[in-house]
Structures are given as structure tokens and as C-alpha cells.
């Protein structure tokens, strides 16, 4: 559970507002777990986080939630409801650290403040990578990534960071520079952008706004939407031909 702190910082401003309590540089939190059957103490000490949970009827530790070995369906439903209430507390009380290139500090500030969603670091073998995902669908509209620039330009080296993004035009923007096929995604649909400011800050929030819509609840594709409208065409003919000969 503890990976999906990794390339977080704690901001202790952002904990005591939330309920953290300090004690000679021990910062604390308890909050109770599945209708309140568990109590679930939370720590933060020296920016690393830990935490304990307690069965509330009898005060004994749940020592079964941290054992890997432990995958029954109950300590599961335990382990779920306290990852729920650890993604809470990352996104309230902790920061995202520095990034290595200017632009991406800039963008996923932007993006972050804009659709209220933050990264989320959910592969502990690969600590570079994030996602940015809707609340509502848990569709990822943005995949943050760390990679060699070799991946993308053979005539390039060292590392940039990359944020693969949903497009229905693709084959059109991959004529553009500083726009490359996705990588490590489905490169008929995913596009993939350096954040070494060859794009704008501008251009590359509006390919994000695009993602965001592609993959949100209410979007509709533009052959969905010739398939709806013909329906409609063919029901009104039907009527039509009922009503003339009826």
C-alpha cells in the first residue's frame, strides 16, 4: 500500500488542517475504518508514513491487514477500505515532489487544479509513473511517465518526462513536432508529448482538456453520434410512412 507515496512529499500545513496532530515531530491520525468496526491510526514520521489497525470491540491489533500471506475476502474488504482512506490522505496532506523538467511541475499543477484529480503513483516498479483518472468511470485520461528519450527519438538522450494522452485525431497531430506515437499504449487512439516545452503550455492543455473528454462518462464519438442520428432519421421515416398510409 505504501507505493502509492512514492514521489510524494508531506506537507504538514495540509495535515493539521486535516486533523493530523503533532508531537515532538510525530505527526498523528486516527480515523475509524467499515462503519466504525476498526480503528485505523495513522503516522507520519520524518515524511514516512505508517499505520496500525485496531478491532474496535476488542482493542486488539489487526496485525493480518500488512501480512501478504493474508488474502481471505474480510482482510481484503479491511485492506481495501484502508487504501480508500489512505488515497484520502495523500491527496490532502501530501505534496507532489519536484519534477525534472519545468513544464511538468507547471502542467500538473494547471491539470490537477482544473479537473481536482491528482497523480497517482500505482506501481511500485515503476515509482515514474503515474495517472490521472476521473472519479466517476476511474478512466485514466493522462499517463505520467519518466522515460530514456531514445524511446521516442532515437537521435535524443537522456531521460524526459511524458504524458500520454487520448486523442481521435491522431494520425493529424502526429505531423506536428513534439508529438510522438504513444508509448507503451495503444498508439491508434494514445498520443505521447514530451514536457520539454517543445509544445506550449497552451497547446498541451488543450490536448489534455480533449483526453479528459474522450474518456469522461459523457462523451460520445463521432460515429456513436452518426448512428444515433441516423436512427433517428429511420424512426421518423417509419412514422411517416405509418401515418401517410394509415
Not at 512514492?6 to 515531530?25: H, L, M, P, R
Not at 505508517?50 to 475476502?73: C, I, K
Not at 476511474?138 to 531521460?159: F, N, S, T, V
Request: aromatic letters at 14%; a negative charge; proline letters at 2%.
Amino acid at each position: 500500500m505504501f507505493e502509492i507515496f512514492k514521489a510524494y512529499q508531506f506537507n504538514s500545513k495540509k495535515a493539521k488542517e486535516y486533523g493530523f496532530v503533532e508531537n515532538q515531530g510525530v505527526w498523528t491520525y486516527n480515523s475509524t475504518i467499515l462503519q466504525g468496526d476498526f480503528l485505523m491510526m495513522v503516522t507520519v514520521e520524518d515524511g514516512d508514513l505508517s499505520f496500525q489497525v485496531y478491532d474496535q470491540e476488542t482493542g486488539d491489533l489487526y496485525p493480518q491487514v500488512h501480512m501478504e500471506s493474508m488474502r481471505g475476502t474480510f482482510v481484503g474488504t479491511v485492506r481495501e477500505a484502508c487504501l480508500e482512506e489512505l488515497f484520502d490522505i495523500r491527496k490532502a496532506c501530501f505534496e507532489v515532489q519536484e519534477f525534472l523538467c519545468p513544464q511538468t511541475k507547471r502542467i500538473m499543477a494547471l491539470v490537477q487544479e482544473k479537473y481536482g484529480n491528482q497523480l497517482e503513483y500505482l506501481w511500485e516498479k515503476s515509482p515514474d509513473t503515474a495517472v490521472l483518472r476521473h472519479e466517476d468511470n476511474q478512466k485514466w485520461y493522462a499517463i505520467l511517465m519518466r522515460i530514456p528519450w531514445d524511446r521516442l527519438d532515437k537521435a535524443r538522450e537522456g531521460h524526459v518526462e511524458v504524458v500520454n494522452l487520448k486523442h481521435d485525431q491522431v494520425a493529424d497531430l502526429l505531423l506536428e513536432k513534439g508529438i510522438y506515437p504513444a508509448f507503451h499504449m495503444n498508439k491508434r487512439y494514445w498520443i505521447s508529448l514530451p514536457l520539454d516545452d517543445t509544445l506550449s503550455d497552451e497547446q498541451v492543455l488543450e490536448l489534455f482538456e480533449r483526453s479528459w473528454f474522450l474518456t469522461s462518462k459523457k462523451s460520445v464519438s463521432y460515429t456513436h453520434l452518426i448512428l444515433s442520428i441516423r436512427k433517428i432519421f429511420f424512426i421518423e421515416e417509419i412514422f411517416r410512412k405509418y401515418w401517410i398510409f394509415s
